[in-house]
């Protein structure tokens, strides 16, 4: 038998391919950063159950006996943790179950309530209601971002209990979209490749590099404008070149559409050389990497709230000598504090402070600063020198065909260098971040990856150095 369930249901509202692949099981392998992120939601879901004391907690029984034992409690007018309903082809578990008062929850490890949590919401009061369960209200459960840990936690005020039973009721066609969910189902074959916004909406698809594959190698989705490259694709205009001579482009689409064509490197070695000029030695290249949890875990933070846990820093100095430092937190404290402690000492002095896409830096020290006001005054100073050096980037006065639209680190280095990611074993901050968390602080991979870790933030900051001596070169 081929059931029907939300999650199945979800997919199905995003892609019908998405759906096919759901239904067979036949879904790539999710990363480590994924795993972390699914992680979080069911450490959010144990707070928030605290909401609920007198529940019947129904986690962990097997198929059949949740739903036995969720007939029982539904008769008995309580309040049930997964609840298991069966009618038909369709099958749920709800999160939050309140019988007697005909309220169903459901509980999203988000900072607020998102337009794709209704259709979820929907399906399940829709089985529940074939099934002979009356619903008058739908709640989502939430995480307040405003809340700060400070001692214990406390649920009451981690959790946001929103009504959505309005926007719920709005909906009137998930029979529809059921029924079309079960023909695809059906299909012996997947759907054709249909790519769409809904690759990206409401979460990146597990099969997008697959199915986005087909693509030419310089296709308009390495636009930047995406009204243009989504009209020019809905115009089964495809292929970069393929773009019509007189379709005015913004600056930065005229920069990727000329370097597809030619296929060579575009550079505005004036704007280049004044950045060049503009900066002041020693150069302080500097990186952070972070990890955050929904639920926090240390005073003074937030719901994920970026927890600085490593930073490396070279020094450059103008004659070519070349310092560096790094810091990596052992796990069993608060990384901060050491952290702040051991950077003011490395990173004061009078050179520019040199980062890729300064946003985040800045944002990560900001909050420091207010965390522990102690170190306000040092940071705020570090903040004032910082120069973003993703900026030539950022302006495309550097592209290159490799990067394919992007600016990111990651794609400039090895486009501008020949240098890279790809020999490491972690390629990738989301990856560093739960690496770091599993081994250092739930500690259960037993793998030492700490050189692996050290080895990962060491480049990002060396690549910097790698990237300022190569647009010098350039603009010679």
Not at 21 to 30: R, S, Y
Not at 351 to 367: A, R
Request: net charge negative.
């Amino acid at each position: 038998m081929t059931l029907l369930t939300k999650s199945k249901f979800m997919a199905g509202l995003q892609c019908p391919r998405l759906l096919w692949f759901t239904n067979k099981k036949e879904l790539p392998g999710i990363t480590i950063s994924d795993q972390h992120k699914f992680n979080q939601g069911s450490l959010f879901e144990q707070q928030a159950y605290k909401l609920f004391p007198e529940a019947t907690n129904l986690q962990g029984l097997e198929f059949k006996d949740n739903i036995i034992k969720t007939r029982e409690a539904i008769k008995n007018k309580q309040i049930i943790f997964e609840a298991g309903i069966f009618h038909e082809n369709y099958y749920i578990r709800a999160d939050v179950l309140d019988v007697k008062n005909n309220n169903l929850y459901e509980i999203k490890s988000t900072t607020q309530s998102k337009k794709h949590h209704i259709p979820d919401l929907a399906f399940q009061k829709f089985v529940l209601e074939k099934e002979g369960v009356k619903i008058d209200r739908c709640f989502i459960i939430h995480l307040n971002k405003e809340y700060q840990k400070n001692g214990d936690l406390n649920p009451k005020e981690l959790c946001t209990v929103e009504e959505v039973t309005e926007e719920v009721n709005y909906l009137k066609d998930v029979e529809s979209h059921a029924q079309k969910a079960f023909k695809v189902m059906s299909l012996e074959e997947a759907p054709e490749i249909v790519i769409s916004k809904g690759c990206r909406n409401p979460y990146e698809c597990p099969l997008k590099k697959t199915c986005w594959s087909i693509l030419p190698e310089n296709n308009v989705l390495q636009l930047k404008n995406w009204r243009v490259y989504w009209d020019l694709f809905n115009q089964d205009i495809v292929d970069m070149k393929d773009i019509p001579e007189g379709l005015k482009l913004s600056p930065k689409d005229e920069v990727i559409r000329n370097g597809a064509i030619e296929n060579k490197s575009q550079i505005n070695k004036e704007v280049i050389s004044q950045f060049l000029d503009s900066l002041n030695f020693p150069l302080y290249h500097f990186d952070f990497e972070t990890f955050d949890t929904a639920v926090p875990i240390y005073d003074k933070s937030k719901p994920y709230q970026k927890i600085p846990f490593q930073y490396s820093l070279h020094i450059q100095h103008e004659d070519g000598k070349l310092e560096h430092f790094e810091y990596l937190a052992t796990g069993e404290e608060d990384p901060r504090i050491k952290l702040l402690e051991t950077l003011r000492e490395q990173i004061q002095g009078k050179g520019d402070v040199i980062v890729f896409n300064k946003s985040f830096e800045i944002s990560v020290l900001t909050k420091l600063s207010e965390d522990f006001p102690e170190h306000a005054e040092w940071i705020r100073e570090v903040i004032e020198r910082i120069i973003d050096l993703a900026t030539p980037f950022q302006n495309f006065d550097y592209y290159d065909p490799s990067q394919k639209g992007s600016y990111s680190i990651k794609k400039v280095l090895p486009a501008l260098t020949g240098k890279g990611y790809s020999d490491l074993e972690i390629g990738n901050g989301a990856d560093a971040s739960a690496l770091y968390f599993y081994t250092h602080i739930v500690k259960d991979i037993d793998k030492d990856i700490r050189e692996d870790l050290l080895k990962y933030c060491c480049l990002d900051t060396e690549g910097m150095v790698w990237i300022v001596d190569k647009l010098k070169e350039i603009v010679k």
